[in-house]
T-cell receptor, first 111, second 112 residues
């Protein structure tokens, strides 16, 4: 099935550094979501974006819904060890519809 | 409140056997989704139930895969005559009408 292009594939950063990852699609989505997945767990929702151009923050996380509706980015500021995990973007054509996921960004944080 | 639960958490089966995976959605959620996650990959949509509407089966990879949702709540994903390429984590999610999807912990299926 279709997957969104997500980059980078993996990142190794030091604690305290900022992180940026992005996601692009060939088709338009009306909702963009960012999830984090820990080993052995299901994805947990971090941020939901519902409007083109929208910039939303959740603590140290900031995400933006691209103006073209075909891309989104996620920034994490001042990373901490518990930020380790796999981050997925997901696009949704409308509410209550299936999600198309990105390929994931694996984040490793070193002390 | 309770989140989405799935059982079993792990399932090891032999090639050719049938398996059933269960999902208990969040109470009151009308929509239920199944996704598959192969090792190191993102999630791939399988099937979607919304209320009493006909399910969206567009993501099912073959006719060996089927799912049902009884009474608008619990769902079972069945894989018949399992193959090694069916090995993956099967994730269930539920949502209310306008809300985002909340995921269960998944069932890790290994086909030997």
């Amino acid at each position: 099935g279709q997957q969104l292009n997500q980059s980078p594939q993996s990142m190794f950063i030091q604690e305290g550094e900022d992180v940026s990852m992005n996601c692009t699609s060939s088709s338009i989505f009306n909702t963009w979501l960012w999830y984090k997945q820990d080993p052995g767990e299901g994805p947990v929702l971090l941020i939901a974006l519902y409007k083109a151009g929208e910039l939303t923050s959740n603590g140290r996380l900031t995400a933006q819904f691209g103006i073209t509706r075909k891309d989104s980015f996620l920034n994490i500021s001042a990373s901490i060890p518990s930020d380790v995990g796999i981050y997925f973007c997901a696009g949704q054509p409308g509410t209550a519809s299936k999600l198309t996921f990105g390929t994931g960004t694996r984040l490793q944080v070193t002390l | 409140g309770a989140g989405v639960s799935q059982s079993p958490s792990n399932k090891v089966t032999e090639k050719g056997k049938d398996v059933e995976l269960r999902c208990d959605p969040i109470s009151g959620h009308t929509a239920l989704y199944w996704y598959r996650q192969s090792l190191g990959q993102g999630l791939e949509f399988l099937i979607y139930f919304q209320g009493n509407s006909a399910p969206d089966k567009s993501g099912l990879p073959s006719d060996r895969f089927s799912a049902e949702r009884t009474g608008g709540s619990v769902s079972t994903l069945t894989i018949q005559r399992t193959q090694q390429e069916d090995s993956a984590v099967y994730l269930c999610a539920s949502s209310s009408q306008q809300d985002t999807q909340y995921f269960g912990p998944g069932t890790r299926l290994t086909v030997l």
